[in-house]
């Protein structure tokens, strides 16, 4: 059997307000094979949560018809909202909004859902927002099992889970089978600066829990807005290599659609390059 693996394109790297139909054609004819959904803390996107069983099944018919299929989710709606926040009523929403992303994405067609990796966003975190954040992980985790949905910890850029080890604690702690890491490697790369150890040795704290990996450029001290190949350090070669070695086969690009850029052309350009290194790597394993 032929190597696979399936390359998603970050709906933020498209402009905003094209609709999702011209979101589909872009991601195709810029060499992408699916469509990574975001559901983020603006309020738009949100409302996505709210559509109809009917609109949101729609939405993923049309998507796989277009060939561009939605088979994940990135979920950073919860830094405004999170698990560990020290208002109940916040951290009410972040359930409600859990459990809405979770039916969204079984009606859409969605199998891994993102999560950021914070236990508070806006607010100092202490004993009682890490103990809120785990409680709040199992009951989500839990319910997402009762649905067939992976939660997958995204690494972030703050200290509280910002390497893969990190996210293994609480991996650990919960202990499912729906529970994983779906890890940034352009934030894994600045941690392991930050903190001085090795990359790959990071990755593979998470070997048998990693479901899927989001590919980024960054460098010190910047997490976004880069494009591919430009005055990064990201170690694709030796991460994508770690990855397909611990079985992962779903990646996503992430970037961002940057004013006054050719977007078109930075997405071929993104899909050309991040191909070259994970097909790269695939045939120096043999795979």
């Known amino acids: 059997m032929a190597f696979e693996y399936s390359l998603g394109l970050y709906e933020k790297a498209i402009p905003v307000g094209l609709g999702f139909p011209k979101m589909f054609d872009i991601t195709r004819e810029g060499g992408f094979d699916r469509l990574e959904i975001s559901i983020d803390e603006t309020d738009w996107r949100q409302e996505r949560l709210d559509w109809s069983a009917e609109k949101q099944r729609e939405l993923g018919v049309l998507a796989r018809a277009c060939g561009t299929p939605i088979t994940t989710m990135c ?8 698990f560990g926040a020290h208002k109940a009523e916040d951290r009410e929403k972040s359930m409600e909004i859990m459990e809405k992303a979770i039916r969204f994405s079984v009606n859409s067609g969605v ?5 950021a990796g914070y236990d508070v966003y ?15 992980l199992k009951k989500a985790t839990d319910y997402a099992a009762r649905w067939g949905i992976v939660l997958a910890f995204e690494t972030m850029e703050t200290p509280f889970m910002d390497t893969v080890e990190k996210s293994m604690k ?12 779906y890890p940034d490697i352009g934030n894994l790369k600045n941690a392991a600066v930050l903190y001085g150890h090795d990359v790959v040795d990071d990755m593979k704290t ?4 990693i479901f899927a990996i989001h590919l980024k450029e960054t460098k010190p001290g910047v997490y976004r807005d880069m494009n591919f190949g430009h005055g990064g350090h990201t170690e694709y070669e030796r991460c994508i ?16 659609y940057q004013e006054g850029q050719d977007y078109r052309s930075i997405i071929r350009e993104s899909s050309d390059f991040l191909r070259e290194k994970i097909e790269g790597e695939a045939k120096k394993l043999g795979l």
């Open 170 to 181: 609480y991996v650990d702690l919960v202990k499912s089978p729906w529970l994983g890491v």
């Open 75 to 82: 979920l950073s709606g919860h830094r405004k909202y999170p």
């Open 206 to 209: 998470g070997d048998g829990h």
């Open 241 to 256: 290599k770690a990855g397909l070695e611990m079985g992962v086969r779903t990646f996503t690009g992430e970037f961002w």
């Open 122 to 136: 806006y607010e100092e975190g202490d004993d009682d927002t890490r103990k809120w954040f785990a409680e709040n």
């Open 111 to 115: 199998s891994i859902i993102q999560l």
